[in-house]
């Protein structure tokens, strides 16, 4: 079994795969598989992916219902113990982000820190432990997170029915029912895209109702608060 598994979900992603793709294939650590889920992509990305079919294990391309199905299809595919989410348009911050996570003891996730926009960017740290709480304020990138295939797959991975926060739905299930171990890796693992769909404005009223429906239904101290109230009204009048 290799220690890792990482996954890459694209679609017309021409401009960025091959970012992706370099950041991957120049890891110092080798003891991982590549799995690569398209969509169906018609602007190149194809022929670009088709340049590194020799360290890709597997390669998929046809059409599906979303950016979670296609993540929830790259997992069923793996067979490493630990899943990592590198999507199209994703980087891993130095050819050594494996191997620093290699280091870390076995936990249900492990994390690192990311750099905001490039690696000349800010970085954005994270706690080593995460309490109970934490994710009604604050959100790790998946770009940096490694999930134990076993505890993602007994979780029933991204729930499909989120177009845009399916990432947050599953850190606030593993964390706040679930309460699994996890390691904080002190380095950063990712690059984590400032342009990218989550900070999108065209996405923001998208985010902010999917993110409501979630700390509605599993944190007790948001549904009684003034900001639920707030969103539950922004909702309504929004379905006028």
């Keep these: 079994m290799k220690k890792f598994s990482i996954i890459t979900v694209c679609l017309n992603e021409g401009e960025a795969i091959r970012d992706t793709c370099e950041s991957i294939v120049t890891q110092t650590n080798r003891d991982f598989e590549w799995i690569v889920i398209d969509g169906g992509s018609t602007d190149g990305t194809l022929e670009i992916l088709r340049e590194y079919e020799d360290s890709i294990d597997c390669l998929i391309s046809e059409q599906d219902s979303g950016i979670y199905n296609a993540m929830n299809k790259g997992a069923a595919k793996a067979s490493g113990h ?16 494996l191997l620093f996570a290699s280091q870390a003891q ?19 740290t994270y706690p ?18 490694f999930y134990e295939r076993a505890t993602f797959e007994a979780v029933g991975g991204y729930d499909e029915s989120f177009k845009i926060a399916g990432d947050y739905d ?11 171990t996890h ?11 400032l342009e990218g769909v989550s900070n999108s404005k065209d996405f923001r009223q998208l985010r902010k109702r999917e993110n409501h429906r979630i700390r509605k239904q ?23």
């Design 82 to 97: 630990y899943l990592i989410f590198m999507n199209g348009g994703d980087r891993f911050a130095c050819s050594d982000a």
């Design 106 to 124: 076995g936990a249900q996730m492990l994390y690192g820190d990311v750099y905001l926009g490039d690696q000349s960017g800010d970085v954005e």
């Design 128 to 145: 080593d432990v995460v309490e109970s709480g934490y994710m009604l304020r604050k959100m790790i990138p998946h770009q940096t997170t």
């Design 170 to 180: 599953l850190y606030v299930r593993l964390f706040e029912l679930e309460g699994i």
């Design 183 to 193: 390691q904080h890796i002190p380095h950063p693992i990712a690059i984590f895209d």
């Design 218 to 240: 599993y944190f007790k101290n948001y549904r009684y608060s003034m900001k639920c109230l707030r969103q539950e009204i922004r909702n309504f009048i929004g379905r006028q």
